[in-house]
């Protein structure tokens, strides 16, 4: 059974620094990856998918690598500023799931100014 | 930009009455998805539904629970009889055609269930 683990559970950085969020998952048959945003009472925001073929994608100051042999992601996000205060979540989309989501915990991020 | 609307935002009911859930997803979409959050815990997901089928469901969507894409537009969950371990933040999402795997989900901001 496919688990999507994240790693830090929590982070609090000064604004204007650079942090990376850990995402691992434990089985590498998968579709796609996703980073989604969640703001507090809120939906899902997705900012980024990567395909399995693909090893990164960028938006903005954001950026996502997958590694699928190793079954690890990142996200990288530049120049943090207050405003990216929220919740971010990874999630796979197994294979033979019907394209549902499998979700990890998340990593809340407070960007302080 | 087209957006998935749930209403209503916040459901109070008390255990063991029912409770219906509504989605409007985009229009052009083909795929439709209710997940579901407990508080503190991570997103779940429940059932897929295309071509006024259920595709997939997961263990928690028991005998209890039902979807319905009544009108060609909304799109239901209706839970029977709810438990206090029902409240929860309950997701909808739609996904559209073409170019597969490449398309992101689209959620709507969700329905808080508070079962008393």
């Known amino acids: 059974k496919q688990e999507v683990t994240q790693i830090p559970a929590a982070l609090s950085v000064p604004e204007g620094e650079n942090l990376v969020l850990n995402c691992s998952f434990t089985?590498?048959?998968?579709?796609?990856l996703q980073w989604f945003r969640q703001d507090p009472g809120k939906g899902l925001t997705s900012l980024l998918l990567?395909?399995?073929?693909?090893r990164e994608q960028t938006s903005g100051r954001l950026n996502a690598s997958l590694d699928k042999s190793s079954g690890r992601s990142t996200l990288y996000i530049a120049a943090s500023q207050p405003g990216d205060s929220a919740t971010y979540l990874c999630?796979?989309?197994?294979f033979g799931s019907g394209y549902a989501l499998n979700f990890g915990k998340g990593t809340s991020l407070l960007v302080t100014p | 930009e087209p957006e998935v609307t749930q209403t209503p935002s916040h459901q109070v009911t008390q255990m063991g009455q029912e409770v219906i859930l509504r989605c409007v997803p985009i229009?052009?979409?083909?795929?439709f998805y209710w997940y579901r959050q407990i508080l503190g815990q991570k997103v779940e997901f429940l059932v897929s539904f295309y071509n006024n089928e259920i595709s997939e469901k997961s263990e928690i969507f028991d005998d209890q629970f039902s979807v319905e894409r009544p009108d060609g537009s909304n799109f239901t969950l209706k839970i029977r009889s709810t438990k206090l371990e029902d409240s929860a933040m309950y997701f909808c999402a739609s996904w559209p055609p073409g170019q597969g795997t490449k398309n992101i989900q689209y959620f709507g901001a969700g329905t808080r269930l508070s079962v008393l």
């Open positions: 990567i395909q399995s073929s693909q």
């Open positions: 999630a796979v989309t197994p």
């Open positions: 229009s052009n979409h083909l795929y």
């Open positions: 089985d590498s048959a998968i579709y796609n």
